[in-house]
């Protein structure tokens, strides 16, 4: 690739790397300064001098406490760029039952999947079905990244003709081999800022599970576009293994596999564990002891943060607890009005959870503990069971107000989102109606 077509290239995913993301210190930081970073990046890159160089690492809590590591944005640049072009070839080596960091496969497509082989295997509750499940322990921190740069590799060798052509450049597979090295092997342990005090990581995270315990060329950071693409392929062999060669219907996300089989085939399968530890153990990991699952379906499983029952899904109680909390941490903030848009994608994301698994009689009860002052700025759509913004209050609408900018049409599409409101509240019937009437007063 030329100088021109490289550094058109890196603008491009640029810009796809800051989406959602722009408003972030490392994004702006960068966009100070894009035009000279982004020629200096282009220079490494093709002078195969570029190193990932800072990285910062911080813990969480939700669902539970983990290390997560993230890097500059010349980092994830180069994430994108790797992920970005072999994405599509990757997608067609990834078995049709791996289902995370997919594009429309996500928790809920797996959960579904799950659903589908009980009806199917108990023939809608007429049968006898078993569900087996298991989990790996420490999976991302025991991983071998030479192990998923080979996967990498083995991806790029098999379609580097395609690459070839659609990047007219012959010699663009093999710089994308050294992109992967770059990126799988940066070893973020050995070179971080810590975001988080050190003292939390004794507190919190188990010396198995991070690391910074753990000897070179083992461990891939959470947080990387390349160590979750890379982790979906490091058991993807296992999972076309159980199904098309074993026979056995398993659904994998990540690290977590549910197996479901009829009364025939259940000892069949327990039978299977013992090779699939010893392949396993090839790669560094292995099964979870304290997480194994294996009783019939009508006694329902936990599975990604639901509780699958034979006539509902229902979101577990330790999420709709943490849902509970944050509504209250919310209502505690003084000022509200700069918070709308946090407590908007905050509440919607927890909503949509709990709409996905039909739980309304938990919607109510969570819209009546929202604090009547955030009503004066927002509503509640019944339609589709979640809180939107009033008319003239969305993140666009306020800024033109407080700024007094001049955006052509604003005015225009400001009418027309009052009109509209009017016209919903008109035909409004029942409560609901008295309640978008009152404009969100009250709450609904």
Not at 130 to 153: G, V
Not at 224 to 241: F, H, P
Not at 361 to 366: D, L, T, Y
Request: charged share 30%; net charge positive.
């Amino acid at each position: 690739m030329t100088e021109e077509d490289t550094f058109d290239m890196l603008y491009n995913i640029m810009l796809e790397t800051r989406t959602n993301k722009r408003y972030g210190k490392d994004s702006m930081a960068f966009e100070a300064d894009w035009i000279r970073k982004l020629v200096r990046m282009k220079d490494t890159l093709m002078s195969r001098t570029f190193r990932i160089e800072h990285n910062y690492t911080f813990l969480v809590s939700v669902p539970k406490w983990r290390e997560i590591f993230a890097t500059e944005f010349e980092g994830r640049i180069a994430d994108h760029i790797l992920c970005g072009v072999l994405g599509p070839y990757i997608e067609k080596e990834l078995h049709p039952r791996t289902f995370n960091n997919r594009k429309d496969m996500g928790t809920q497509a797996a959960i579904n999947q799950v659903i589908e082989d009980i009806t199917e295997v108990s023939r809608c509750g007429q049968r006898e079905a078993w569900i087996i499940k298991w989990d790996l322990k420490s999976f991302f921190p025991n991983a071998r990244r030479d192990y998923i740069e080979k996967k990498f590799a083995e991806v790029i060798n098999k379609y580097s003709d395609e690459i070839a052509e659609r990047y007219n450049d012959e010699t663009f597979p093999n710089f994308l081999k050294w992109l992967t090295m770059v990126t799988i092997h940066c070893c973020p342990a050995e070179h971080c800022e810590f975001r988080t005090p050190k003292e939390m990581w004794s507190d919190n995270i188990s010396p198995d599970k991070s690391i910074f315990n753990k000897p070179e060329g083992i461990g891939a950071p959470i947080g990387r576009w390349t160590s979750q693409v890379g982790m979906g392929l490091y058991i993807n062999d296992e999972v076309a293994w159980l199904n098309n060669e074993r026979g056995i219907k398993a659904t994998v996300f990540m690290d977590d596999c549910v197996e479901v089989v009829d009364k025939e085939r259940k000892e069949y399968a327990l039978s299977l564990l013992p090779e699939l530890r010893t392949r396993l153990s090839k790669k560094g990991v292995r099964l979870n002891e304290k997480k194994f699952y294996c009783q019939q379906y009508w006694k329902g499983l936990e599975f990604l943060g639901s509780h699958i029952k034979p006539t509902r899904i229902i979101l577990n109680d330790s999420t709709y607890r943490r849902f509970l909390d944050r509504i209250e941490q919310f209502n505690e903030v003084k000022d509200k009005y700069n918070k709308l848009d946090k407590f908007l994608s905050s509440v919607n994301s927890y909503f949509g959870l709990l709409k996905s698994r039909t739980s309304y009689k938990r919607i109510r009860e969570v819209v009546e503990r929202i604090s009547p002052e955030w009503w004066k700025w927002l509503e509640w759509n019944e339609r589709r069971q979640c809180i939107t913004f009033k008319p003239g209050y969305s993140f666009n609408e306020r800024l033109n107000i407080k700024y007094n900018l001049k955006i052509k049409n604003y005015e225009k599409r400001r009418k027309t989102n009052v009109d509209s409101a009017a016209r919903n509240a008109d035909s409004a019937t029942g409560r609901g109606s008295e309640q978008l009437r009152l404009q969100g007063t009250q709450k609904p």
